[in-house]
């Protein structure tokens, strides 16, 4: 069986990406309209592309986050950027797998994933997270065949 990579979805980056593209065009234009005699203003060009330094944080720490299904039967789940966590799962030790989806979630098809397997406080969840239930599904599936291929 092969490395199997899965990352949170970029749908709701993209959307936050159109919209500040948006915003910061609106204002650009506003600003040449009415705006550009005004020196009280003249801040308002160099500020206004700011707004896209929020979609691109989002964009990079999604880069920073992933589900690793590996060939030894287990699940890596890894979170950071600078500092780096890694949570490794053996598959046959989970027990259950939920979905959790808000309104807004399932008008996208997203989800929230909560994993947890055998021991105490043995609980992760994993957001927004494409095909939630296909995922959940999976999950299990590899769980229930075991290390062996039973």
């Not at 920073?64 to 780096?84: N, P, Q």
Request: net charge positive; aromatic share 8%; with cysteine.
């Amino acid at each position: 069986m092969t490395e199997r990579i899965v990352r949170p979805t970029a749908k709701f980056i993209k959307a936050g990406a159109i919209l500040a593209a948006i915003v910061v065009l609106g204002v650009e234009i506003a600003y040449v309209a009415n705006w550009r005699d005004n020196e009280k203003l003249a801040w308002v060009p160099i500020v206004a592309p700011l707004v896209l330094l929020w979609p691109a944080e989002r964009w990079l720490r999604r880069r920073f986050i992933k589900l690793v299904f590996t060939a030894d039967h287990r699940l890596r789940y890894e979170v950071g950027i600078t500092s780096k966590t890694t949570r490794n799962i053996q598959l046959y030790k989970v027990q259950d797998v939920r979905v959790d989806q808000r309104l807004v979630q399932r008008l996208w098809k997203v989800g929230d994933l909560s994993i947890e397997t055998a021991g105490g406080a043995s609980h992760e969840k994993i957001c927004n997270m494409d095909d939630p239930q296909a995922l959940a599904d999976d999950i299990m599936n590899r769980a229930q065949t075991g290390p062996t291929g039973t």
